[in-house]
């Protein structure tokens, strides 16, 4: 029997199982490398298909490659029982790096007790005997007994015992085998796509323009103490870029110029120490937007691989081209320079779905910049801290040798959180508490008693340029309803589109520039990493980082001589729950015990994490989860936005053009093009109000808009914002 792997491609050629194996090891292999493990990467390959091998998964693909609809035949499980009873029926310590990511390959990592249940009862039914057989006389079997020996070595040096170390093994072993899984399926299906993975930009050509655009800005910027700041930073990116791999803060004031600076000690890093890409993570889409176009502008149009939404294929063994097709428009980050959401990149790290995952082997030896880190939420800083101390470890420790950069104006004390305590974190800008003195270009005043909606909105139209944050969007929208039909306001949510996004933050600009009216009304969303410059800010009284971020559009380039950021209290003002909340309590006690110019310090908001950071807890019981290799819990548990999202495509611009074409051909190509035309929205208002939703027929989660798209508001009926961090 000559075993398929794959139904025939367009130009009608079979994919051979062992064609399949033998090209999915070389991959797996390949990543698996960069983080110690090759053997390992290379077993899990040669044996994540083994099941195909039966008359039964035969017979199916068979049924299938004519186009008919039939039940799909599981084939993960019994290459999973056969490195199972291969590694002592589970008695081998590490048995779990083997069997976990074959048998979850298609349907998700499970949890280990319910596994081994599973392949100690598959061990008896007769497609695993089928297998065994196939196994026994094939030339594959020498290679692959040789395999297990050398990565069981592997796993038990990488982890030492540790289950965390573990529970993280799994993971990034479980991505590359994902990964050059849907790698080779999509070269046999679409060659096209395949080659096209191989062109595009390196880390190299990214520097040799990116170099010398910087010091040509720094040429013809007038001199100017904001710019004078910005220099310092950016040579002490420079500087500090020789420096080993590892952990790192960026401390910068705002408008300091962080986001070139960052990309500047990113980029000489990687290159000097040849790490393989640089991952920008962002918490808001809107600064994403903005730094995806500014690393645009100088680097090219193509040179960003920006990830704001996820496709999430349905989770199952259909091997329908169609279905397969799904799984390949996923986002695997194999690029030099993505630029993506906090979101994307801890719900992947810590979920246990194969779409998500398929990218987080790419963190390994990379340059990791979180940028607004302060952003991360407290509830689940425990867990978070722990993956990246590891990611920051060199391989030969046991770690995944990436640099990972803690980049803010207002840096969180993680030191308080015991997985920080004691590691060597190193300063970027070792001076940054006198770029701080030097760059105080703004006056803080508090209002003493509460506003109503009426008043503010008084006080607003006798402003021709001012910004106003709050801290939900119901209070964003209430303060848009009280202006009326103002034509100077403006207004952004996570329920505008990126491209509508883009447009408004572009009309914004211009009018500041051109002096022209402009009240832009916002939740937090647009506070941290916007390159906004306002004359006036005003500032619901929020969580402490946030106030002195949202200052931080108010004189950015300092053109006046002091600008004014008035703190206040909405009277009809909502306040998100949990550590949002607390913060917000917080941030009142210091500011009725401080005077407001205490918010040039610092130190002030150093006091006010360490004392937000040993009030509120900072795990949810995952660390516990991850020990006992429970991954569908670690994952329902792990989530920056606690509701689960579908995507919907807005009419808007080119967003229904692009659906067609992605409906016509679902690729990662034509999904990255349709993602800047996606909201997302909660999964139980998709239930509640289905009349204005149109699910796209075939695709699991996708839906069109049918209802109001406001040129001001975005999605108008009556949804609820599903959060300022979207995935």
């Not at 246990?352 to 939420?377: F, W």
């Not at 949990?578 to 005077?595: C, D, F, I, Q, W």
């Amino acid at each position: 029997m000559d075993p398929k792997a794959h139904t025939p491609n367009p130009q009608g050629a079979w994919h051979a199982l062992k064609d399949h194996l033998e090209a999915v090891s070389r991959l797996a292999g390949g990543f698996a490398q960069h983080f110690g493990t090759p053997s390992l990467g290379q077993a899990l390959a040669l044996l994540h298909d083994l099941g195909k091998a039966t008359r039964d998964f035969q017979a199916y693909l068979k049924v299938a490659a004519e186009g008919k609809r039939t039940n799909s035949v599981p084939h993960a499980v019994w290459g999973a029982a056969l490195a199972y009873v291969a590694l002592g029926s589970g008695q081998h310590e590490g048995w779990e790096a083997f069997g976990l990511p074959v048998m979850g390959h298609h349907a998700g990592l499970p949890k280990r007790g319910e596994a081994a249940s599973k392949l100690a009862q598959a061990l008896k039914e007769e497609p695993f005997k089928e297998v065994a057989a196939f196994l026994r006389s094939s030339e594959l079997r020498t290679r692959l007994e040789g395999l297990l020996n050398e990565a069981l070595k592997e796993v038990r040096s990488k982890t030492a015992g540790d289950p965390l170390r573990l529970d993280f093994l799994v993971r990034m072993a479980f991505s590359a085998l994902v990964d050059a899984d849907y790698l080779d399926t999509e070269a046999h299906f679409d060659p096209s796509v395949a080659r096209l993975r191989q062109e595009g930009y390196s880390l190299e050509k990214l520097w040799a323009r990116f170099h010398p655009d910087q010091e040509a800005l720094l040429q013809r910027v007038r001199p100017s103490l904001v710019n004078s700041v910005r220099r310092e930073v950016y040579e002490a990116c420079l500087q500090a870029a020789e420096l080993s791999p590892g952990l790192f803060r960026l401390t910068v004031p705002t408008g300091g110029g962080k986001t070139r600076s960052g990309l500047a000690f990113a980029l000489r890093h990687a290159l000097k120490h040849g790490l393989r890409r640089v991952v920008v993570a962002i918490p808001y889409t809107s600064i994403i937007d903005q730094t995806a176009q500014v690393y645009r502008e100088i680097l090219g149009e193509n040179a960003v691989l920006e990830h704001h939404s996820a496709y999430e294929p349905p989770l199952g063994e259909e091997q329908e081209e169609n279905v397969l097709r799904q799984r390949l428009a996923t986002e695997n980050w194999d690029a030099p320079l993505v630029v993506t959401t906090t979101v994307q990149l801890f719900e992947s790290l810590f979920s246990n779905c194969p779409s998500k995952m398929r990218k987080v082997h790419r963190l390994a030896r990379s340059v990791i910049l979180l940028d607004e880190v302060q952003t991360l939420p407290p509830e689940l800083l425990k867990p978070t801290l722990e993956a990246l101390r590891l990611l920051a470890t060199p391989v030969e420790e046991g770690g995944y040798g990436a640099t990972v950069v803690l980049s803010t104006a207002t840096q969180p004390t993680f030191e308080v959180i015991p997985t920080f305590q004691g590691l060597p974190v190193r300063e970027i800008v070792p001076d940054y508490p006198r770029h701080f003195a030097r760059l105080q270009r703004v006056v803080y005043e508090r209002r003493p008693k509460p506003l109503s909606w009426e008043e503010l909105s008084r006080e607003l139209q006798t402003r021709p340029q001012v910004m106003v944050v709050l801290n939900t969007r119901k209070d964003a929208l209430a303060l848009l309803e009280a202006l009326g039909e103002d034509p100077h306001a403006y207004h952004l949510s996570t329920l505008l589109c990126p491209a509508h996004r883009r447009e408004v933050l572009e009309e914004v600009r211009r009018r500041l520039r051109e002096g022209a009216p402009v009240r832009l009304i916002s939740t937090q969303v647009v506070e941290a990493g916007v390159d906004l410059d306002f004359p006036e800010v005003w500032r619901a009284i929020g969580p402490l980082d946030r106030v002195v971020q949202a200052a931080g559009r108010c004189n950015r380039e300092g053109r006046l001589d002091k600008g004014k950021v008035v703190l206040f209290w909405p009277e009809e003002g909502t306040t998100p729950r949990g550590p949002y909340r607390v913060g917000v309590e917080k941030a009142r006690l210091l500011l009725e015990e401080y005077p407001p110019e205490r918010l040039h310090d610092p130190g002030l908001y150093q006091a006010y994490f360490k004392e937000l950071f040993t009030t509120v807890k900072t795990d949810k019981g995952i660390q516990e989860h991850r020990k006992d290799l429970d991954y569908p819990e670690v994952a329902r548990r792990y989530r920056l936005i606690q509701e689960d999202t579908v995507s919907v495509v807005v009419p808007y611009g080119e967003g229904l053009a692009r659906l067609e074409a992605f409906q016509k051909a679902p690729s990662l190509q034509n999904w990255r093009r349709l993602q800047a035309f996606v909201v997302g929205l909660f999964r139980n208002q998709v239930r509640e109000r289905r009349g204005f939703l149109e699910a796209v027929p075939g695709f699991q989660d996708l839906y069109v808009w049918r209802g109001s798209y406001d040129p001001r508001r975005g999605l108008v009926e009556e949804y609820a914002d599903p959060s300022d961090l979207i995935v």
